[in-house]
């Protein structure tokens, strides 16, 4: 490719979004990936007639209406399209003190099923859940493009001033200042923590309001839906349509410095030594990655470095990838849960465990007769290092016992009805994601300002512009492919497209 307009390091949904934009618009654009497929944490594995997703399967952005259907806006942008499946409920919990409550897809019913456990709190219950649908209102009422591009603000305002006042007013806030103004309850108030806590993995008080009111009003409006044919299949119909729109993907391409003249960035340089050279650099790799690995940590720019003092990494999770028989399963199983026993235990390592069986929603990723059961659970790298091949094997076995152990709570009989089991380690998902500590991305160090200090897409090196869960709004598909437009509008307008 001659005057590649763009080089994205790295087919993230983040990654993939911005390349398809830009590549409608009519730039050229090479996208360059270290692994064999596309997809990063939204990828996937086969193993044994089971095609399990790597990470997210609680997906969001797929719906057909507003404008916060960011995944569904971004394939047809480049004339693909991806068939959902509805879930019905969103998450099934079973939480301390026997608070075992579904996330019903119909909002009323979500709330009459939270104020059957609370009903001394139903009207601050309805006042907080209801300040969240009017962020999401705001939200879903204009394009959700770069806010770092003046005449993009300006029209919006004109368009919508009083979703834009809206937008302003909850920008620095967090969800847990709006649930303790309106609640007092202090069961519920730990319920709203892991309401939080099981995207954000932070508890309500570090969580800003504007992704809580997305979460907490998207699965009532465009809901959630599982990708047919699983969630690795958004990253290929992203790269089908890349591809027709004229830009390119490399596989086994891993970057290993973004390279600068005069301190603008310039062009990359893969592991074999190879150069490509491009008039923008967009990084998917997270800002620990970019800013310690491909860039010299020792010339990091000062607003990474506050960045970094605001923001560490997240855990790394302990996945099991499970194949078990569907009798396992009884009737009437929702495909996603959470499980925690002690609230003291929230945030700790195997406290809260997360589950998926994305085939209650497609049975084709299963041989016949069988399920798939997602289970994880934070854990550090730090558990993981400097374990001989044994030793790791063994810790592995052992920490898979304890999970399963718990799970046989809600699925009895699963360790008997076991037909696979593979299990990842946060060293797993920083070798085959290339993430630094296998992190699932950046909280919060303290309490923030709602997202104030969250970055956009352009970074303090000319050229080099991030994007992916350590830019605005954060982690999660949806919010990543909204990081994605954004920083394809932001290039857009910076090459005059
Ligand atoms: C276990 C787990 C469960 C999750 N569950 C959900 C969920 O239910 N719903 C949801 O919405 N989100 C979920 N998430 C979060 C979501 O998957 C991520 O926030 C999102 O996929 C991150 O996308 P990204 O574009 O930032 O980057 P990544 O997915 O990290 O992709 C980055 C890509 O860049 C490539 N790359 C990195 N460095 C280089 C290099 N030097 N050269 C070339 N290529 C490089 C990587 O190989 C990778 O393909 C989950 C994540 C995990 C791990």
């Not at 911005?18 to 990828?43: H, N, W």
């Not at 007092?184 to 806590?197: A, G, H, V």
């Not at 009805?417 to 909280?443: A, K, N, S």
């Amino acid at each position: 490719m001659e005057d590649i307009d763009a080089i994205v390091i790295g087919s993230g949904i983040g990654g993939l979004v911005t390349a398809t934009q830009l590549a409608a618009k009519g730039a050229k654009v090479l996208v360059l990936e270290r692994y064999l497929i596309p997809g990063g944490s939204a990828g996937y594995f086969e193993r044994q007639g089971y095609r399990f997703d790597v990470g997210a399967s609680m997906i969001f952005g797929l719906g057909q209406n507003g404008t916060t259907n960011l995944l569904t806006r971004a394939l047809a942008a480049v004339n693909v399209s991806q068939n959902a499946i509805a879930d019905p409920v969103q998450i099934h919990y079973h939480l301390p003190q026997g608070l075992d409550l579904k996330v019903d897809r119909v909002y009323e019913k979500f709330l009459q099923n939270l104020i059957a456990h609370f009903p001394h709190e139903e009207k601050g219950i309805r006042r907080f859940y209801d300040e969240c649908q009017k962020v999401f209102k705001c939200l879903n009422s204009m394009d959700l493009l770069s806010l770092e591009e003046p005449r993009y603000l300006l029209r919006v305002f004109f368009q919508r001033p009083l979703a834009c006042l809206g937008l302003v007013k909850y920008l620095p806030q967090n969800a847990g200042d709006f649930a303790r103004r309106y609640i007092k309850d202090s069961e519920l108030l730990k319920f709203i923590d892991m309401e939080c806590y099981c995207w954000s993995v932070v508890p309500s008080d570090m969580t800003p309001m504007i992704n809580a009111g997305m979460v907490f009003s998207d699965r009532h409006y465009g809901g959630v839906n599982y990708p047919k044919g699983g969630v690795g299949q958004i990253a290929q119909k992203l790269v089908e349509g890349l591809e027709k729109a004229g830009g390119k993907i490399q596989y086994q391409a891993r970057v290993t410095k973004i390279l600068t003249e005069k301190g603008k960035a310039v062009g990359v340089q893969l592991a074999n030594g190879k150069v490509y050279r491009g008039k923008r650099i967009v990084s998917n790799a997270t800002r620990w990655d970019t800013f310690e690995q491909l860039l010299p940590a020792e010339e990091m720019p000062l607003n990474e470095k506050n960045w970094q003092q605001n923001y560490q990494k997240s855990p790394s999770f302990l996945s099991l990838h499970i194949g078990v028989k569907e009798s396992v399963l009884p009737a009437g199983t929702e495909c996603h849960h959470i499980l925690l026993e002690g609230w003291e235990k929230m945030t700790a390592a195997e406290g809260t465990i997360f589950v998926s069986i994305p085939t209650l929603l497609d049975p084709d990723l299963a041989p016949s007769g069988y399920h798939i059961i997602h289970a994880f659970t934070p854990h550090w790298i730090d558990d993981w290092q400097e374990l001989s091949p044994s030793e790791y094997e063994a810790k592995k076995e052992e920490a898979a016992g304890r999970i399963i152990d718990r799970l046989e709570k809600i699925f009895p009989g699963l360790d008997a009805g076991l037909d696979y089991l593979e299990v990842g380690t946060p060293r797993t998902h920083r070798r085959f994601l290339g993430r630094q500590d296998g992190t699932y991305g950046p909280i919060p160090r303290r309490k923030l300002r709602g997202l104030l200090k969250m970055p956009f897409n352009r970074t303090a090196i000319p050229g080099l512009y991030c994007v992916g869960d350590s830019t605005f709004p954060g982690q999660g598909l949806n919010a990543v492919a909204f990081s994605g437009f954004a920083c394809a509008h932001r290039i857009a307008v910076d090459l005059g497209f």
